[in-house]
């Protein structure tokens, strides 16, 4: 009975006001944690061009394309490694044809912002004697989290991933790993250059060679259940110039 009083009355108000639109459904991204402030800065330059807001939802990557599997409702997929890509790739979760890397990153150690420390990060470096004696150091999960997964191949790369990872304090994301410095609960950490940039808490006492760990990448698609004109567009836009210049001076590199 409630159905129909509901139906009777849309079809009332679209007789009376032909002209009215119903608001579309709002699109959401679904992002990288280390996109947080980028993906916001971006949104208010889509509204300032007369769009509707998207919505959007930041954790690590491989959480949110599991959510996305189980039918959370997303409309773009931002990852911050091309791993996890792949995986939404391989099960249809995304258009592949949209699928486009557009920035990067680079991988860093920090320490609090009252640290003196500063390290040229070689095969040399002996990483644990800089977190002392009984410290962790901070960063996302390897098994699951992007930065985790880098920071295992710089630490591989380095040959101390044997010593240090018994001394992981493993964080869900990049942004909780930053936190554990910040708070000093972790004397170092490994994160992202971009992250690093816009905490006030943490300095960065070493950049890894590039050479030590995969290429830092970001890819983005339209999510395959979502796809249509409106997604295409907004990929379109958080791929697009106005986008990379939000990107670039916030510290995000070109692949």
């Given at each position: ?53 998207f ?22 997929f931002?990852?911050?490694?091309e ?46 004697a ?7 150091l ?48 972790a ?26 760990h995969?290429p ?18 907004l ?6 110039g ?14």
């Amino acid at each position: 009975m409630v159905s129909r009083f509901i139906a009777v009355a849309l079809f009332f108000m679209s007789a009376l006001l032909p002209g009215m639109a119903f608001a579309q459904a709002q699109q959401t991204v679904f992002a990288a944690a280390s996109l947080t402030d980028a993906i916001r800065q971006v949104n208010d330059l889509w509204v300032a061009r007369g769009n509707a807001p998207f919505g959007f939802s930041f954790a690590a990557s491989s959480t949110l394309v599991r959510q996305i599997e189980q039918g959370a409702d997303a409309s773009i997929f931002i990852s911050a490694d091309e791993r996890w890509m792949d995986w939404a790739q391989e099960r249809n979760l995304i258009v592949t044809e949209t699928r486009v890397s557009p920035i990067g990153n680079r991988l860093v150690l920090v320490a609090p912002k009252d640290s003196t420390l500063s390290v040229e990060l070689t095969k040399e470096t002996d990483i644990a004697a800089l977190l002392g004696e009984g410290n962790r150091l901070a960063t996302g999960d390897p098994q699951h989290v992007p930065v985790g997964n880098y920071a295992r191949q710089a630490l591989t790369w380095l040959g101390q991933w044997d010593t240090i990872e018994p001394r992981l304090a493993r964080a869900d994301n990049v942004r909780s790993a930053l936190l554990l410095v910040e708070r000093g609960e972790a004397p170092l950490g490994i994160v992202y250059e971009t992250d690093a940039a816009v905490s006030q808490g943490v300095r960065i006492v070493g950049v890894f060679p590039k050479e030590s760990h995969a290429p830092v990448t970001y890819p983005f698609a339209v999510v395959t259940k979502a796809d249509g004109p409106e997604a295409r567009k907004l990929i379109g836009f958080l791929t697009g110039g106005e986008a990379q210049a939000v990107y670039g001076r916030l510290g995000f590199t070109k692949p």
